[in-house]
């Protein structure tokens, strides 16, 4: 994993980024703020609900399967989120790691004209003036929660191959939250610009540890016990 101040990455936000994540024009750089709803950050999402149960880093196929997996550790609905990707990007034709016709439903699919050369944006035009927007936004919600659910069997068997208890999910993604306090809070304190160090995740504990090597300002080890 990787800080810095501020990410030359289009978005300038301050926080941290999984080393694999870099260079994703989708992913934007976290810290340890939490929402409203949700009690752990991005940064914890990225790690537990992408990376340990084998998704993508991005792309809304794999955002609908990581949001099942944030639901079943925090025991919140992934509706308004899936409503929410499906309002600012599939209605505006934006879909992100594929194209449109890949990633539709079968039944939408069938609902399109015999025109392989229609854009992402045009699909989804045609498809709004077919159905009207409440209707067509419902049927992408369904197909959020079905690519989701798709997606539970791999996950279990990559947590499994990891060593790791799938069903304590809340646990881990807890520990790592207060770990991500302490270091974010380090960072931010001692006015870093850069540092980078590896998460380590076992059965009893996370842990924070700096990169020795690299030439960065180093802020320390941490370690959380997983409750």
Same mark, same amino acid.
């Given at each position: ?17 999984v ?8 992913i ?30 991005s792309?809304?196929?794999s955002?609908? +399967?990581? !949001? ?8 919140l ?5 899936? /409503?929410?990707? *499906? #309002?600012?990007?599939l ?5 992100n790691g594929e ?5 539709l439903?079968?039944?939408?699919i069938?609902?399109l ?12 035009a045609?498809l ?6 409440v209707?067509?936004?419902d ?5 959020f929660f ?13 947590? +499994?191959? !990891? ?7 809340k ?6 939250? /207060?770990?991500? *306090? #302490? ?5 931010e304190?001692m006015?870093?610009?850069?540092t ?9 504990n996370?842990?924070f540890?700096?990169l ?16």
């Amino acid at each position: 994993m990787t800080y810095k101040k501020y990410w030359d990455d289009g978005f300038g936000a301050r926080g941290w980024k999984v080393d694999a994540t870099i260079g994703d024009p989708q992913i934007i750089a976290s810290t340890r703020e939490t929402g409203q709803r949700i009690k752990t950050s991005v940064f914890v999402h990225d790690i537990l609900d992408h990376f340990l149960s084998g998704y993508g880093v991005s792309g809304h196929r794999s955002e609908a +399967m990581a !949001l099942i997996q944030l639901s079943r550790r925090t025991g919140l609905s992934p509706e308004p989120d899936y /409503k929410q990707i *499906v #309002e600012e990007d599939l209605l505006n034709g934006q879909v992100n790691g594929e194209s449109m016709r890949s990633f539709l439903p079968s039944g939408l699919i069938a609902l399109l004209p015999d025109n392989e050369n229609m854009k992402d944006k045009e699909i989804m035009a045609f498809l709004k003036n077919k159905l009207g927007v409440v209707a067509l936004t419902d049927t992408l919600v369904d197909h959020f929660f079905a690519l989701g659910k798709a997606g539970e069997e791999h996950a279990e068997n990559n947590w +499994m191959k !990891l060593g790791l208890e799938h069903h304590e999910q809340k646990e881990i993604g807890d520990a790592l939250q /207060k770990l991500l *306090v #302490e270091i974010d809070g380090k960072a931010e304190e001692m006015n870093i610009e850069v540092t980078k160090g590896n998460i380590t995740i076992d059965r009893e504990n996370v842990s924070f540890d700096d990169l020795k090597d690299s030439n960065v300002k180093h802020i320390g080890a941490y370690q959380v016990a997983i409750d």
